[in-house]
């Protein structure tokens, strides 16, 4: 039987990607904050993922991504199990990066209207004229239904 494994997400990077040489070959890893919807007046949750980026994808990481700054990643996700500095065992969501798109404007590092995010249209906040009109039941109807 086949499977399948893949996970999507959209946050803000948790701190400024770590990038290093791995066997001639760049990875950087960053941590990714994931907000999960609350009701009005409950605590915030937020999901905490290492992502990791291999090659040409990790380049681009170190070039354009800082703390702060929300993207959208595919990737494969796995899980481990370590234990920390205290003793205590520790569980970390892991996602081996595959795609990536930036997101925010320009000035927030995004990359927008055109260069691989999405684009929305500028609005005109300029007020539409209406035009009103009135039908009187005295006009005939030239429709033949």
Do not use: C
């Not at 990875?27 to 904050?33: D, E, G, Q, T, Y």
């Amino acid at each position: 039987m086949a499977s399948y494994n893949k996970i999507i997400l959209i946050g803000h990077l948790g701190d400024d990607p770590a990038v290093r040489d791995y066997e001639g070959r760049k990875v950087a890893n960053f941590s990714l904050a994931v907000n999960a919807y609350t009701r009005p007046g409950e605590e915030p949750k937020t999901d905490w993922f290492r992502i990791s980026f291999w090659g040409n994808n990790a380049e681009v990481v170190e070039k354009y991504l800082k703390k702060g700054k929300q993207v959208y990643v595919e990737g494969r996700l796995s899980t481990r199990t370590y234990t920390d500095n205290t003793g205590q065992t520790r569980f970390s969501l892991d996602v081996q990066g595959q795609n990536m798109t930036m997101l925010g404007s320009r000035e927030e590092g995004g990359m927008n209207q055109g260069q691989g995010g999405s684009y929305a249209p500028p609005q005109n906040n300029a007020k539409r004229e209406t035009t009103e009109t009135s039908f009187s039941a005295d006009e005939p109807d030239d429709l033949p239904f």
